[in-house]
């Protein structure tokens, strides 16, 4: 049958779509995953050789038992993960039972089976994507179940023509705009319950065992012995949300930094602050760096970092304090922030509260750190007496410097070490081209050589502005290399000796990269308040809808005191006025009652209690209308019984009309046999 095979079509399409979603993951054993590819197109298109591999209850027991024994194995002994673990258990058993579809109901156990697989896959992967196919697979879900019922009818009732009849009918054009409607709906009612539903921990998949996407293009010791080139990597690190971006004072360049470095070999950048301590108030979740201070612009900044193992806490330059959803922070006297190690790859997301003034005075240790050099070097010294000669002040020669970088030296990814000279000094006096390390290296050395203290920060420039969603995107790419120069009594401020192109700002490539940054926006929604959702997040949106709930009842309140107002105020106004109206109606009301009444009752404006129980004549008038017999305005209710005497109709009208004019006009009741017999009366209408 046509319908029968539609079912199986579409429950080996259900299963199909369920191993698919564990493909895009990326994280799952791909031997058991073509297993189970190849046991489904077996069995669907098999035939005689399905009948041959098909295997009993006992050997399909035995199998589950073994593919228990193995997840445990799995567990204990190959992946460590215990998802994974499940994820290759639901695979070989659905492998299995692809080869015991003996009843009907073989298919809803399938069908339950493949559920689980599409759950357990929602813990690999944080993407978009899986929403689109999860609805896809509830549709489909939802499709499979009406068939299965259908064809279970079918089973039953050996094929009543009937069934078929109704199925067809089923099976119109409107089928796939209700399976959609309340898959959409059904989809809606998880998220009602996924937003508002109370829960225990503070985010939906901290840690989980995706891919890792450990940053690259950061790293915590600047290396310039072993540069090279180097490629742009277009893989998003962070998103950075800036709230009141637009009504900021200062539109210049935003970093945001990570460590600073001290110390430098020769070759390369280290930081000498190996002591960390923890930072902040745990309980609060607020985490201070310094005191805010009055007089000063603050802005916020919103961090969603993408999965990744690097436990660097990202910060605009110039921060105040962290809020997070850390157990703690470590921090050391560099003010390198760093978040507790992970087992997994890790999204997470931050709030900072900073600074708009380029001052950042957070100096702890000793000044004479920032201004210690590698090996003495004459023609080092000298090119920097020339450059800041006739300069004054630390800010003069520290802008001369950077200036001169900048104009005499050309910005490259493409660079090869000949090891002849060490990295600043070939740099500086024969290849004069290279990226922000070389930069920021040999502006921090210049400086020093000036003796001005100074440190070069790692981290990442601002990014990519993306319009749709008001946040930047940062990406690998955006990995950068700066110096902070340090003013006595004012404090560190930022000098970016490379060139313009040394910062990688993306082009705008018309309608495909707008689509793109669209997509991106939507894609932090998803990030941000489903996987991230969390506990706080919950008590956030219940204090919203508390303030807009008082807001709008305070409205309502208020429009209803003025309009108490208005009434008073036109009753106090009006007063004599109402008296004697009240005065003068009341006693005519009482004198004209009947005659009053009777007007009302002519212009059909009025009912007398008697009519609320005689509908039973407006229901014959309808009866007969339809049958032909239709009652003129001007007839009375005798007139037109005559209008069809001696017809089959008209006993039984007759009998109605009676008891009609007994109530209308004789104040009659009804007991309960006439109640019957007008019933009867009345069925036999509708029926002749």
């Given at each position: 049958?046509?319908?029968?095979?539609?079912?199986?079509f579409?429950?080996?399409?259900?299963?199909?779509?369920?191993?698919?979603?564990?493909?895009?993951?990326?994280s799952?054993?791909?031997?058991?995953?073509?297993?189970?590819?190849?046991c489904?197109?077996?069995?669907?298109?098999?035939?005689?050789?399905?009948a041959?591999?098909?295997?009993?209850r006992?050997?399909l027991?035995?199998?589950?038992?073994?593919?228990?024994?193995?997840?445990?194995?799995?567990?204990?002994?190959?992946?460590?993960?215990?998802?994974v673990?499940?994820?290759?258990?639901?695979?070989?058993?659905?492998?299995?039972?692809l080869?015991?579809?003996?009843?009907?109901?073989?298919?809803?156990?399938?069908?339950?089976?493949?559920?689980?697989?599409?759950?357990?896959?929602?813990?690999?992967?944080?993407?978009?994507?899986?929403?689109?196919?999860?609805?896809?697979?509830?549709?489909?879900?939802?499709?499979?179940?009406i068939?299965?019922n259908?064809?279970?009818?079918l089973?039953?009732?050996?094929?009543?023509?009937?069934?078929v009849?109704?199925?067809?009918?089923?099976?119109?054009?409107y089928?796939?705009l209700?399976?959609?409607?309340?898959?959409?709906?059904?989809?809606s009612?998880?998220?009602?319950?996924?937003?508002?539903?109370?829960?225990?921990?503070?985010?939906?998949?901290?840690?989980?065992?995706?891919?890792s996407?450990?940053?690259?293009?950061?790293?915590?010791v600047?290396?310039?012995?072993?540069?090279?080139?180097?490629?742009?990597?277009?893989?998003?690190?962070?998103r950075?949300?800036?709230?009141?971006?637009?009504?900021?004072h200062?539109?210049?360049t935003?970093?945001w930094?990570?460590?600073?470095?001290?110390?430098?070999?020769?070759?390369?950048?280290?930081?000498?602050f190996?002591?960390?301590?923890?930072?902040?108030?745990?309980?609060?979740?607020?985490?201070?760096?310094?005191?805010l201070?009055?007089?000063?612009?603050?802005?916020?900044?919103n961090?969603?970092?993408?999965?990744?193992?690097?436990?660097?806490?990202?910060?605009?330059?110039?921060?105040?304090?962290?809020?997070g959803?850390?157990?703690?922070?470590?921090?050391?006297?560099?003010?390198?922030?760093?978040?507790?190690?992970?087992?997994?790859?890790?999204?997470?997301?931050?709030?900072?509260?900073?600074?708009?003034?380029?001052?950042?005075?957070?100096?702890?240790?000793?000044?004479?750190?920032y201004?210690?050099l590698?090996?003495?070097?004459?023609?080092?010294?000298?090119?920097?007496?020339?450059?800041?000669?006739?300069?004054?002040?630390?800010?003069?020669?520290?802008?001369?410097?950077?200036?001169?970088?900048?104009?005499n030296?050309?910005?490259t990814?493409?660079i090869?070490?000949?090891?002849?000279?060490?990295?600043?000094?070939?740099?500086?006096?024969i290849?004069?081209?290279?990226?922000?390390?070389?930069?920021?290296?040999?502006?921090?050395?210049?400086l020093?050589?000036?003796?001005?203290?100074?440190?070069?920060?790692?981290?990442?420039?601002q990014?990519e502005?993306?319009?749709?969603?008001?946040?930047?995107?940062?990406?690998?790419?955006d990995?950068?290399?700066w110096?902070?120069?340090?003013?006595?009594?004012?404090?560190?401020?930022?000098?970016?000796?490379?060139?313009?192109?040394?910062?990688?700002?993306?082009?705008?490539n018309g309608?495909?990269?707008?689509?793109?940054?669209?997509?991106?926006?939507?894609?932090?929604?998803?990030?941000?308040?489903?996987?991230?959702?969390?506990?706080?997040?919950?008590?956030?949106?219940?204090?919203?809808?508390?303030?807009?709930?008082?807001?709008?009842?305070?409205?309502?309140?208020?429009?209803?005191k003025?309009?108490?107002?208005?009434?008073?105020?036109?009753?106090?106004?009006?007063?004599?006025?109402?008296?004697?109206?009240?005065?003068?109606?009341?006693?005519?009301?009482?004198i004209?009652?009947?005659?009053?009444?009777?007007?009302?009752?002519?212009?059909?404006?009025?009912t007398?209690?008697?009519?609320?129980?005689?509908?039973?004549?407006?229901?014959?008038?309808?009866?007969?209308?339809?049958?032909?017999?239709?009652?003129?305005?001007n007839?009375?209710?005798?007139?037109?019984?005559?209008?069809?005497?001696?017809e089959?109709?008209f006993?039984?009208?007759?009998?109605?009309?009676?008891?009609?004019?007994?109530?209308?006009?004789?104040?009659?009741k009804?007991n309960?046999?006439?109640?019957?017999?007008?019933?009867?009366?009345?069925?036999?209408?509708?029926?002749?």
């Amino acid at each position: 049958m046509r319908l029968y095979a539609l079912f199986k079509f579409s429950s080996f399409l259900l299963i199909l779509s369920g191993l698919t979603i564990l493909v895009f993951t990326h994280s799952i054993n791909y031997l058991l995953l073509l297993t189970s590819f190849s046991c489904l197109i077996l069995s669907f298109f098999g035939g005689s050789f399905k009948a041959a591999l098909f295997i009993g209850r006992t050997t399909l027991n035995l199998f589950v038992l073994f593919s228990f024994g193995y997840a445990i194995f799995d567990f204990l002994f190959l992946s460590g993960d215990l998802m994974v673990a499940a994820t290759d258990f639901l695979l070989l058993v659905i492998s299995a039972k692809l080869f015991n579809i003996e009843k009907h109901q073989d298919y809803l156990q399938l069908y339950a089976l493949t559920l689980f697989l599409v759950i357990a896959a929602a813990n690999f992967t944080i993407d978009l994507w899986y929403l689109v196919f999860l609805i896809f697979f509830l549709f489909l879900g939802l499709l499979c179940l009406i068939l299965y019922n259908l064809t279970k009818e079918l089973i039953n009732h050996e094929y009543q023509a009937s069934l078929v009849e109704q199925a067809k009918r089923i099976f119109s054009p409107y089928l796939l705009l209700n399976l959609l409607f309340v898959s959409f709906f059904s989809l809606s009612i998880t998220f009602a319950i996924f937003f508002s539903f109370p829960r225990i921990g503070t985010g939906f998949l901290k840690g989980y065992s995706a891919t890792s996407s450990k940053v690259t293009g950061f790293s915590h010791v600047i290396d310039l012995d072993n540069a090279g080139t180097i490629y742009r990597d277009p893989q998003i690190v962070m998103r950075v949300e800036i709230p009141e971006h637009d009504h900021m004072h200062s539109k210049s360049t935003f970093y945001w930094k990570g460590i600073a470095f001290d110390f430098y070999d020769g070759k390369r950048w280290r930081t000498s602050f190996k002591k960390l301590k923890i930072l902040g108030n745990i309980k609060s979740k607020r985490f201070k760096l310094k005191n805010l201070k009055k007089k000063k612009n603050y802005y916020k900044a919103n961090f969603f970092i993408s999965p990744t193992l690097e436990t660097t806490i990202f910060l605009p330059h110039n921060s105040f304090i962290i809020k997070g959803d850390f157990p703690y922070l470590l921090t050391n006297n560099a003010g390198w922030i760093r978040r507790p190690k992970s087992k997994f790859p890790s999204i997470y997301s931050y709030s900072v509260i900073f600074s708009s003034d380029p001052y950042d005075y957070s100096f702890n240790g000793d000044i004479e750190k920032y201004l210690e050099l590698p090996n003495f070097n004459k023609e080092i010294k000298s090119l920097v007496l020339k450059i800041i000669k006739g300069k004054k002040g630390i800010i003069e020669k520290s802008y001369a410097i950077r200036d001169f970088l900048r104009k005499n030296y050309k910005y490259t990814l493409k660079i090869k070490r000949d090891h002849v000279l060490p990295p600043l000094e070939e740099f500086l006096f024969i290849k004069k081209k290279g990226y922000c390390e070389q930069f920021a290296t040999a502006m921090a050395i210049l400086l020093r050589y000036a003796k001005i203290p100074c440190r070069v920060v790692a981290g990442y420039s601002q990014g990519e502005w993306n319009k749709y969603g008001g946040y930047f995107i940062v990406r690998q790419q955006d990995a950068h290399a700066w110096v902070e120069v340090f003013i006595p009594h004012k404090g560190w401020v930022i000098m970016d000796p490379s060139p313009e192109m040394g910062i990688y700002f993306a082009k705008n490539n018309g309608v495909f990269k707008n689509i793109s940054k669209l997509m991106d926006a939507i894609r932090l929604k998803w990030m941000r308040y489903v996987i991230q959702y969390s506990l706080l997040d919950q008590i956030h949106a219940v204090k919203i809808v508390k303030k807009r709930g008082h807001i709008a009842f305070s409205k309502v309140k208020e429009k209803i005191k003025r309009g108490i107002k208005k009434v008073i105020f036109f009753f106090y106004s009006k007063g004599l006025l109402i008296i004697i109206f009240f005065v003068l109606f009341i006693p005519f009301l009482f004198i004209f009652k009947g005659k009053i009444k009777d007007i009302f009752l002519k212009l059909g404006l009025f009912t007398v209690r008697g009519e609320q129980k005689i509908k039973f004549y407006q229901n014959m008038i309808f009866i007969l209308s339809k049958k032909g017999k239709v009652k003129k305005s001007n007839q009375t209710p005798y007139e037109f019984l005559d209008t069809f005497k001696g017809e089959k109709y008209f006993p039984y009208a007759k009998d109605i009309t009676d008891f009609y004019y007994k109530i209308r006009f004789g104040k009659y009741k009804l007991n309960n046999k006439e109640r019957e017999r007008i019933k009867k009366d009345i069925n036999f209408l509708k029926k002749s």
